[in-house]
């Protein structure tokens, strides 16, 4: 009996996460090769883990409940490697890539259908009050290691690389690389969310690799020396 009443117990709550929070079961099918099935993704996976915790602390902190939100939010720390403000404004199909060392502060704003690989901070640069974290568009995806720092603007459908450190304002449909980020150009085009990391453009290499070719093209042009006159006659 007691054993029946514990699978029913799992069973209702499996139910209700993956509908709930079936956007972000989706984005880890899609996202994620290894994601074998939705109960794989409910019973394993740290990110949606910490987005189950963050939707109760959020709920909590909109309705004024001192301290409990926060200590939810350790908690979720302390269980994923993955520490969310509840104060943090997050849409709808957030996919958090193993996870650990994410830190997203109390004024960040996160779109929907955002990527966020292991060791991301979307923080503050310890100048400011007031709206001091970064604001992130639609169908965004930050590299590994990457630093978005300071009351910046992501814009949609932008891609910032492993390890960037990002201090300003990024357009839409752009690739951000390097310390401090730099724009490498994309065309215009919309960025797949499943895009090669070690394949991303490099901006200072572009640079380097057109000074190359402008060298090559004088070389090519310089008119050929004028032979000597003999003088000894």
């Not at 310890?126 to 603007?153: Q, S």
């Not at 085009?189 to 690799?209: F, G």
């Given at each position: 009996?007691?054993f ?6 799992f069973?209702?709550?499996f139910?209700?996460?993956s ?13 994620d ?10 019973l394993?996976?740290?990110?949606l ?5 963050y939707?109760?602390s959020?709920?909590?902190w909109?309705k004024?409940?001192?301290?409990l939100p ?7 720390r ?34 929907n ?6 060791g ?6 310890g100048?400011?009050?007031?709206k001091?974290h ?5 169908d965004?995806?930050v590299g ?10 992501i814009g ?7 390890n960037a450190?990002?201090?300003?304002d ?9 310390v ?5 150009k994309?065309d215009?085009?919309?960025i797949d969310?499943?895009l090669?990391?070690?394949h991303?453009?490099?901006?200072v ?8 070719k402008?060298?090559?093209?004088l070389?090519k042009?310089?008119p ?7 003088t000894?006659?």
């Amino acid at each position: 009996m007691i054993f029946l009443v514990i699978l029913l117990f799992f069973c209702v709550i499996f139910l209700l996460v993956s509908t709930f929070f079936s956007d972000e079961v989706k984005a880890s099918k899609e996202r994620d090769p290894a994601a074998k099935s939705t109960l794989e993704i409910l019973l394993l996976y740290p990110g949606l883990h910490a987005i189950i915790f963050y939707r109760v602390s959020h709920w909590l902190w909109n309705k004024r409940v001192p301290i409990l939100p926060r200590l939810l939010s350790q908690v979720a720390r302390s269980l994923t490697g993955i520490e969310i403000h509840p104060g943090a404004q997050i849409g709808r199909g957030l996919f958090i890539d193993h996870g650990t060392g994410v830190v997203i502060g109390e004024t960040a704003i996160v779109g929907n259908n955002v990527t966020l690989y292991q060791g991301v901070t979307l923080g503050g640069t310890g100048k400011e009050t007031g709206k001091r974290h970064p604001t992130l568009g639609d169908d965004i995806v930050v590299g590994a290691g990457a630093k978005v720092l300071g009351n910046i603007e992501i814009g949609s459908n932008a891609y910032i690389g492993a390890n960037a450190v990002v201090i300003k304002d990024v357009p839409p449909n752009t690739t951000i690389v390097g310390v401090p980020g730099r724009i490498t150009k994309q065309d215009g085009k919309k960025i797949d969310r499943s895009l090669d990391h070690i394949h991303t453009l490099d901006p200072v290499m572009q640079q380097i690799n057109e000074l190359e070719k402008r060298l090559e093209a004088l070389e090519k042009n310089r008119p050929s020396p004028k032979p000597k006159k003999n003088t000894e006659d």
